[in-house]
């Protein structure tokens, strides 16, 4: 999905070492923004942000952060957008939470549904889409999952929230 909302602004992903993540500097609705993929284990995705937000200071994670992250409770392709709140038992935003010292962090999950067993949720997460997801659920859900980051830029979570929690 960083890719896509990179491109869609004219910018490229490139590894930055110090950061341990993938990161573009970009324009999203005329505000300067950092795209951060860590490339850290996902458990430990607080070690890239962390770090991100020590090299930029003046960032406040509660106004100036948005981690998207996959979600299994949600349908494949559905969005959900929110201002804060628990990880949910996802390891990668309990990390960062971790790092940063508060759960209020916005955030915006990109569902890829449940496998059905909790055994299988492993091998879930890890295989890659179906061929029918890859060409047809997944380039529209990117897509629309890019609109709802630069709306958050634009218009704020609130009315993001409002627009892309739906379903669709």
């Not at 890239?48 to 949600?74: I, N, Q």
């Not at 996802?90 to 508060?102: K, P, Q, S």
């Not at 659920?137 to 009315?159: H, K, M, Q, T």
């Amino acid at each position: 999905m960083l890719e896509r909302l990179a491109q869609r602004s004219g910018g490229e992903l490139g590894f930055a070492a110090d950061l341990a993540a993938r990161v573009a500097r970009v324009s999203l609705a005329s505000v300067p923004c950092l795209l951060l993929a860590p490339q850290t284990f996902m458990n430990r995705s607080g070690e890239s942000v962390g770090a991100a937000l020590a090299r930029w200071p003046s960032l406040v994670p509660e106004r100036d952060l948005l981690v998207v992250y996959d979600d299994l409770d949600l349908p494949s392709g559905r969005l959900r957008l929110r201002p804060g709140g628990s990880a949910g038992g996802h390891r990668g935003m309990a990390d960062i939470a971790r790092a940063l010292g508060t759960q209020e962090i916005p955030r915006l999950r990109f569902g890829i549904g449940h496998p059905g067993s909790q055994a299988a949720v492993i091998d879930w997460v890890l295989q890659p889409f179906s061929p029918e997801e890859e060409t047809e659920l997944l380039p529209g859900a990117i897509d629309r999952a890019a609109e709802a980051v630069e709306s958050v830029v634009a218009d704020g979570i609130v009315v993001a929230m409002d627009r892309f929690n739906r379903a669709g």
